[in-house]
């Protein structure tokens, strides 16, 4: 997400609103619950802030998207998204550890893209100084639809993408879920469902408990340097309408005895130093008391723009120390579209898995394509360049927040604009074909949009290893499956960021 991002007011651009129907025009008992769900978003806090009308004492809020009604998601999918998230934080574990690998898909990008750039100029400068911290925390987010080309074959589970830094939406998404399984219980008490239905919802994922739990797990295994206090330091984006989603997880460490400080981004180098023995310390607003900082968590450092000589001595710094980083910057590095198309190539996954947990892991992946100028790549950038064939592709460049993908027939005129050396950033990834046939009901932004949609299932990973000295091995602490996320968007929609107004959160009635 940008650091400028003012949260959006009405559909995203483009949209237009196709199958959906004006509220007043929906049956009483939709407009009833349309009207208890605005009421229930306001009373949980599910809401994004306002934060360029912010008033002196008071400030206003929109609720954060969402569905009217749970929406259809085949059972065994489910299932297996979440059997197989120890698998996938396994693999992004092993693959940040082997610096040799990792540099060999970066390498030819880093000289065209300055966020690259900074980020590994980040790792040699810690690489050379020398690492005091071995162990490493991480909260994952694994991202699938459903894929289902042709009506008569079965539909299969495919991931759009694997976020390792600041994976976000686990709080939103717990919420949502609670609020629909509130709603189906009075809809039972009104006869317009049944018991049966609620039991049809997929369990809760406790996400706030999960990921507190995991933090809390890193600020345990921290060996701090005196009985002096220390804390968790989550550092955040300024002008953040997203408090929402941060602030439980804030709480709820407060509420374990573990003291959480957020620190804006820009301010990380005003109100933070480091000692002669690297530890991190830290100094609140308004405390004349200084907190050794136990662990690192980013909500923020993942856009391009916050990387200018400042921030990238604020990165610097915080990756120094002898703070649990959540995650260091070479996991960081493996959230970018260049690894997860290097992953999808042959024989790649055997290196860090199983051949078992290697042959799961593929089943899951579309056709990803480089578009370097190699002679093996020339493939891939005629298919780019050619209408008919483009139109079943995504271009994705590495950028993270949504709304940066190119689609289908834009995909060529796109590249024509751009410089040829520059087209090695992005990477061409076969669509996933969704289901035709769900339906579902959404608020979005100013109606009640009733028509096909698009789900997307995101499950998280809590993780955390320690790295063994300078041969790529790591000794896992903790690999888990930490909850999940369920969002969806009108069909005719292409991108899924709810916070930017394209997509809702939602929850997932599971099918036989």
Not at 70 to 85: G, I, K, N, S
Not at 151 to 161: D, F, G, I, P, T
Not at 227 to 233: A, R
Not at 296 to 312: C, F, L, S, T
Request: contains cysteine; charged residues 20%; aromatic residues 8%.
């Amino acid at each position: 997400m940008s650091t400028h991002f003012n949260p959006p007011q009405s559909p995203p651009p483009g949209h237009a609103g196709t199958g959906s129907e004006d509220s007043s025009s929906t049956e009483p008992q939709m407009d009833q619950l349309v009207s208890d769900i605005k009421d229930y978003q306001l009373t949980h806090g599910n809401l994004l802030k306002l934060v360029r009308l912010e008033e002196a004492t008071r400030i206003p809020s929109i609720g954060v998207g969402v569905s009217a009604l749970p929406t259809p998601f085949p059972r065994r999918c489910f299932d297996e998204a979440w059997q197989l998230q120890r698998c996938m934080n396994e693999l992004y574990i092993r693959a940040a550890a082997d610096e040799p690998w990792l540099y060999a898909i970066l390498k030819p990008l880093i000289e065209h893209d300055s966020f690259l750039a900074a980020l590994w100029s980040v790792h040699l400068e810690v690489k050379e100084a020398g690492a005091v911290q071995s162990v490493v925390c991480g909260i994952f987010r694994a991202d699938y639809m459903l894929h289902q080309p042709v009506a008569s074959e079965s539909v299969s589970l495919k991931q759009v993408e694997l976020n390792t830094f600041s994976a976000a939406g686990g709080c939103h998404a717990e919420h949502v879920a609670g609020m629909h399984r509130h709603f189906e219980r009075v809809r039972v008490e009104r006869n317009q469902t049944s018991l049966q239905d609620i039991g049809k919802l997929a369990s809760p994922g406790n996400n706030i408990n999960a990921i507190v739990s995991a933090l809390a797990a890193a600020h345990r295994a921290y060996q701090p340097s005196s009985s002096k206090g220390y804390c968790i330091l989550m550092v955040v984006q300024p002008l953040n309408f997203n408090v929402a989603d941060e602030r439980p997880i804030e709480y709820g460490l407060w509420d374990a005895d573990i003291p959480c400080y957020r620190c804006e981004w820009q301010e990380v180098l005003s109100r933070t130093t480091l000692t002669v023995d690297r530890k991190l310390m830290y100094r609140p607003i308004g405390s004349s008391t200084e907190f050794e900082v136990s662990v690192v968590y980013y909500r923020a450092g993942y856009d391009a723009a916050e990387y200018d000589e400042q921030g990238e001595e604020t990165r610097l710094r915080l990756e120094l120390s002898r703070a649990i980083n959540c995650p260091d910057v070479l996991t960081h590095l493996t959230t970018f579209k260049a690894v997860q198309q290097a992953l999808t190539e042959s024989a790649a996954l055997e290196r860090f898995l199983t051949s078992a947990d290697a042959g799961r892991v593929r089943s899951t992946f579309m056709p990803m394509y480089t578009l370097n100028s190699s002679p093996v790549r020339l493939h891939a950038r005629a298919i780019a360049m050619d209408a008919a064939q483009a139109v079943h592709y995504v271009l994705k460049p590495n950028l993270e927040g949504g709304g940066n993908n190119v689609y289908g027939s834009n995909i060529p005129g796109f590249l024509a604009g751009i410089p040829a050396e520059q087209w090695s950033q992005y990477i061409l990834m076969r669509l996933i074909e969704p289901p035709k046939d769900t339906h579902g009901e959404l608020l979005t932004a100013d109606e009640l949009y009733q028509g096909p949609v698009v789900s997307e299932l995101g499950v998280f990973g809590a993780v955390m290893w320690r790295k063994k000295d300078g041969d790529g091995e790591v000794e896992i602490l903790r690999n888990e499956a930490a909850g999940w996320t369920f969002k969806t968007k009108p069909a005719d929609t292409d991108e899924m960021s709810v916070v930017k107004g394209y997509g809702c959160f939602d929850c997932p009635r599971l099918t036989d």
